[in-house]
Antibody, heavy 119, light 108 residues
Framework: QVQLQESGPGLVKPSGTLSLTCAVSGGSISRGNWWSWVRQPPGKGLEWIGEIFHSGSTNYNPSLKSRVTISVEKSKNQFSLKLSSVTAADTAVYYC????????????WGQGTLVTVSS | EIVLTQSPGSLSLSPGERATLSCRASQSISSSYLAWYQQKPGQAPRLLIYGASSRATGIPDRFSGSGSGTDFTLTISRLEPEDFAVYYCQQYGSSTLTFGGGTKVQIK
């Protein structure tokens, strides 16, 4: 059973950089799936941030592209998110998720981690 | 960017009733990359339907998906108490992915 676990600071200062890591267990990150970050501001809907393949290829949400970097560490079976120049609008629960093969949707999700942007 | 519009924004129904949720895309999308999720408070979303009409592993058959082009539907044939939640549609295409705004199904 694949499991994903987010980790990182729960509080980030305005203008700083948000950094999160998603550890994958129960399966290899190199299997062939795309791996994503999705966020959800309190009381609001889901927003896709971006995705990465084990080769390092990435795709980003155009609205966040200038501030986002997603990277992969195959040796540790994990991938990471960096979001720069954060503001209060970036306060959200951040999820990592696996996109199933052949377009089968996000079949595995982390439990999510709340990141608050505040001084 | 493809925009997904879900309607209604909320739905008040009783257990045992049928729920019909709509997801409309701003342009035609591939059915192969249309999915539906259920989310309960404090939980991560759960995959219900992928490829517009295929149920994910372990999803009861009271959940069904249909549609093509720009119009897609999630139907819950008989609402169970555990089905009251928020539902999201999601599409993937041209290396970008979007979610709809969600439909909240609440107890009447």
């Amino acid at each position: 059973q694949v499991q994903l676990q987010e980790s990182g600071p729960g509080l980030v200062k305005p203008s700083g950089t948000l950094s999160l890591t998603c550890a994958v267990s129960g399966g290899s990150i190199s299997r062939g799936n795309w791996w994503s970050w999705v966020r959800q501001p309190p009381g609001k809907g889901l927003e896709w941030i971006g995705e990465i393949f084990h080769s390092g290829s990435t795709n980003y949400n155009p609205s966040l592209k200038s501030r986002v970097t997603i990277s992969v560490e195959k040796s540790k079976n994990q991938f990471s998110l960096k979001l720069s120049s954060v503001t209060a609008a970036d306060t959200a629960v951040y999820y990592c998720a696996r996109y199933g093969l052949s377009g089968r949707g996000f079949d595995y999700w982390g439990q999510g981690t709340l990141v608050t942007v505040s001084s | 960017e493809i925009v997904l519009t879900q309607s209604p924004g909320s739905l008040s129904l009783s257990p045992g009733e049928r729920a019909t949720l709509s997801c409309r895309a701003s342009q035609s999308i591939s059915s192969s990359y249309l999915a539906w999720y259920q989310q309960k408070p404090g939980q991560a979303p759960r995959l219900l339907i992928y490829g517009a009409s295929s149920r994910a592993t372990g999803i009861p058959d009271r959940f069904s998906g249909s549609g093509s082009g720009t119009d897609f539907t999630l139907t819950i044939s008989r609402l169970e108490p555990e089905d009251f939640a928020v539902y999201y549609c999601q599409q993937y295409g041209s290396s970008t992915l979007t979610f709809g705004g969600g439909t909240k199904v609440q107890i009447k």
